[in-house]
Nanobody, 119 residues
């Protein structure tokens, strides 16, 4: 089993910044892709950003130029730097990891962290 623990959510004013962190732990796994998704009330969960093991990143059009995804030195931690936040960024943000364990691919989710952008 792989556990994903998120931190860094909270309340911020429009135009402000937040940094989310997600740390993956467990035994005998290799991370293929880590990413952040979000789900606003009444909406479907959507991809925000992802980063593959080779460093290739992918962003949704709604956050390009404002959010940056990066990995920690240990490669089992991923960060989401969110700048110029807008009220429409309000959602529960979930960390996701696609990993290989014992030759099989598994997908894991974190518990979610609330981000609220409001004045």
């Amino acid at each position: 089993q792989v556990q994903l623990v998120e931190s860094g959510g909270g309340l911020v004013q429009p135009g402000g910044s937040l940094r989310l962190s997600c740390a993956a732990s467990g035994n005998s796994f290799t991370i293929n892709v880590m990413g952040w998704y979000r789900q606003a009330p009444g909406k479907q969960r959507e991809l925000v950003a992802s980063i593959a093991s080779g460093g290739i990143t992918n962003y949704s059009d709604s956050v390009k130029g404002r959010f940056t995804i990066s990995r920690g030195n240990a490669r089992n931690t991923v960060y989401l730097q969110m700048n110029s936040l807008k009220p429409e960024d309000t959602a529960v943000y979930y960390c996701n990891a696609d990993v290989t364990r014992w030759g099989q691919i598994h997908n894991y989710w974190g518990q979610g962290t609330q981000v609220t952008v409001s004045s």
